[in-house]
């Protein structure tokens, strides 16, 4: 399953910089990878790919005190959208 989140973002780099620390612990939570993209347009806007087992392990991972507290750090401006999709073409 792949989670995209777009979203708009104060910095990039803070984003960047906290989102790579929980690494490990999305990791523990059946997270495959992440990969980011930038709007070229808009640098702010950034486009966000989550690999996941399913849907669940992704939620328990955004509702941990420890997640929420990095997300408030990371100067995030809104989530425009989510969408939880899968793989269908190689």
Do not use: C, Q
């Not at 990969?35 to 486009?47: I, K, L, Q």
């Amino acid at each position: 399953m792949y989670i995209i989140i777009k979203r708009r973002l104060n910095d990039y780099n803070r984003w960047k910089e906290i989102v790579t620390e929980k690494d490990g612990l999305r990791a523990k939570y059946g997270s495959k990878g992440m990969t980011s993209y930038r709007n070229a347009a808009d640098p702010d806007e950034v486009y966000l790919i989550f690999e996941w087992e399913d849907g669940k392990p992704y939620t328990d991972y955004l509702n941990l005190p420890e997640v929420r507290e990095a997300l408030g750090k990371t100067g995030t401006f809104e989530i425009i959208e989510i969408s939880e999709t899968f793989h269908v073409t190689e």
